[in-house]
């Protein structure tokens, strides 16, 4: 079936620079994308929604300029989080909608990014 | 503006018992609604959706969940539970159309604990 993968999984970083973190989908094109984003036992915030070609619209309180999202191709979503500090750190997931005949609209989400800003 | 209520944060089960994880909403039409299993530090994964159609649905794992339009709920069953079913549980509202912003709205979610 569809799947939506995210990488990397795991990533640590120095406080003050930037990490990129990919979200593909293997086997259907995905005009929009979600990025979530996921503290330590708590549920996912939606934080942005990436559009392909165009800019993301980004939920209320999500700084863009924090969180940057490029959606440069049908199949690929990026978001950078730049200057992260360690309250960036989190668990950062994608997803994406199915359109195609026979998905069945089905929203698919990716193994999700655990980010840790040391 | 939606929202999904999960009143359990968590729940304790025997092996071999049946399931039960509530999940209200407040939207203004009918939402697309799901459920979703999340392993510690995994992903999520689909568990059952439901669009339109049939009020009960069933979904992988033998999970199924029933859609009460008259109570804004779509509790999530399962007949008899396995220790490997030990995970957290997000119900998720979205808009049933696309275009535009149409993430999706989680509940807190509910651990689920299985007991020996």
């Known amino acids: 079936g569809a799947v939506v993968s995210q990488h990397p999984s795991r990533v640590i970083c120095k406080s003050g620079t930037s990490v990129k973190i990919e979200c593909r989908s293997l086997d259907f094109q995905a005009t929009t994308m979600f990025w979530y984003r996921q503290f330590p036992k708590q549920s996912l915030m939606l934080m942005a929604t990436s559009n392909e070609g165009s800019k993301a619209t980004y939920e209320q309180g999500v700084e863009k300029d924090k969180f940057l999202i490029n959606h440069a191709s049908l199949t690929l979503s990026t978001l950078t989080v730049t200057s992260a500090h360690p309250e960036d750190s989190s668990f950062y997931i994608c997803?994406?909608?199915?359109w195609g005949q026979g998905a069945g609209n089905t929203i698919y989400f990716g193994e999700g990014s655990w980010l840790t800003v040391v | 503006a939606q929202s999904v209520t999960q009143p359990d944060i968590h729940i304790t089960v025997s092996e071999g018992a049946s399931l039960e994880l509530r999940c209200n909403y407040s939207y203004g039409a009918t939402p697309y609604l799901f459920w979703y299993v999340q392993s510690p530090g995994q992903g999520l994964q689909l568990l059952l959706k439901?669009?339109?159609?049939?009020?009960l649905v069933q979904g992988i794992k033998g999970f199924e969940a029933e859609f009460k339009r008259s109570q804004s709920s779509f509790n999530l069953r399962k007949p008899s539970v396995h220790w490997s079913d030990a995970a957290e549980y997000f119900c998720a509202v979205g808009p049933p159309s696309g275009g535009g912003a149409d993430g999706l709205t989680f509940g807190k979610g509910t651990h689920l604990i299985i007991q020996p």
């Open positions: 997803s994406a909608r199915d």
């Open positions: 439901y669009f339109s159609g049939d009020t």
